[in-house]
């Protein structure tokens, strides 16, 4: 048995800990822009933009996940413009990765180099090499996304934390439960939590975590004085969505183990990137630093008309961007001008079981 395993089983009793005599064994849904309010407002519900019962809970599930408090957002992107807002100001340098998710370096670009803050970005796989001196913040995504390279966590807060730098990692590909950045040091983790956290492919969210109490406090007042909340509808579907994320995310991450090893041995596969593969580049840091390889996998295909020949030809395949649904979901993400193959698909693998997935996919790609 692992923490994994103890963390996921006390999820769905944590309501039960504080819960009244009557009340409802899931969390109620609270729509409320105003709250009763006579006298003294403090220490209790005082306006919608402030306080939500419904996040709130949605904050505690997501907080026993990743042991540590957590606020919520209404978007992955809510989320990480949080945390950079809370840890950066005008003079600062920020390092981020050249090969992760697009709209963080379009945030920068477009809005923080205008009020003075200075962009380097490297490519994730050499991270570390130029070291950190001079940063304010180092913002990590690993495994990178689509290009599924790793880096050293730990090694990488070893050395920023030595600079004096602030470390944010985005943890949306692996979740808690395939990779604990926190407990490696970082100062803030950031997420999707509309990837695999509510899974049905329905709601955007966001959370931002950290140990470091006075960080979160003004990552909430962004929260708060910014206006960036998230729906209380929104955060109720998204914690149902959580409570099944481990069942889900275990499925999807075994499924992907199963497909790329067949996919490698596939003749019209090309090159396949899985961290769960022995003979992959990262395998080794994988085994080390996350507990489960993920979902997504990498597949080159010849060309683009091959591509997109599997991915509309494949019955179990949701031709869209994003991943993490309980469908099975692929796209060609040179479309969208990322650094790869034109041929190259990322596969999100969903909870289909293994076996009929594979049938589908193998027919696909065998017609393609
Ligand atoms: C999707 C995604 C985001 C942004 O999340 P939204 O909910 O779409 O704003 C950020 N980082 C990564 C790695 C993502 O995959």
């Known amino acids: 048995m692992t923490d994994d395993d103890l963390r996921a089983a006390a999820l769905l009793h944590l309501r039960a800990r504080t819960a009244a005599k009557g009340d409802p064994v899931p969390e109620p849904l609270v729509m409320a822009a105003m709250y009763h309010l006579p006298g003294d407002p403090r220490g209790v519900n005082g306006y919608g933009r402030s306080e939500n019962p419904t996040w709130e809970g949605l904050e505690a599930a997501l907080g026993h996940l990743e042991d540590a408090p957590c606020v919520a957002f209404p978007s992955g992107m809510g989320a990480i413009s949080a945390a950079l807002m809370a840890t950066l100001r005008a003079g600062d340098r920020l390092i981020l990765p050249s090969d992760g998710y697009y709209t963080v370096r379009n945030l920068v670009g477009q809005f923080l180099e205008g009020l003075g803050v200075t962009v380097e970005t490297r490519p994730t796989v050499h991270f570390l090499d130029a070291g950190f001196e001079g940063a304010a913040v180092v913002y990590v995504e690993t495994p990178s996304n689509p290009g599924l390279d790793l880096c050293d966590l730990g090694a990488i807060v070893r050395a920023a934390h030595a600079a004096g730098a602030r470390v944010i990692v985005d943890n949306t590909t692996m979740t808690p439960f395939g990779q604990r950045p926190l407990d490696l040091g970082a100062d803030l983790v950031v997420a999707a939590d ?73 003749p019209k596969v090309q090159a396949v990137r899985f961290p769960g593969l022995p003979e992959d580049p990262a395998h080794a840091l994988a085994r080390q630093q996350m507990t489960r390889f993920g979902f997504l996998i990498g597949l080159t295909l010849a060309d683009e008309a091959t591509a997109e020949r599997f991915i509309d030809g494949c019955a179990l395949l949701q031709p869209a961007t994003s991943f993490g649904g309980v469908h099975s979901s692929a796209e060609r993400r040179a479309r969208w001008g990322d650094a790869v193959p034109a041929g190259f698909v990322r596969l999100s693998i969903g909870i289909e079981p293994v076996e009929a997935l594979w049938q589908s996919l193998a027919a696909a790609l065998d017609a393609a």
């Open 194 to 266: 509309t990837k695999a956290p509510n899974g049905h492919s329905d709601v955007l969210m966001g959370h931002v975590a950290s140990r470091d109490a006075d960080l979160l406090a003004r990552v909430k007042d962004w929260r708060k004085v910014s206006g960036a909340i998230p729906g209380p509808m929104e955060a109720w579907l998204a914690l149902r969505g959580l409570e099944t994320l481990e069942l889900r995310f275990d499925r999807m991450c075994r499924s992907a183990q199963v497909i790329a090893e067949r996919l490698a041995d596939h």
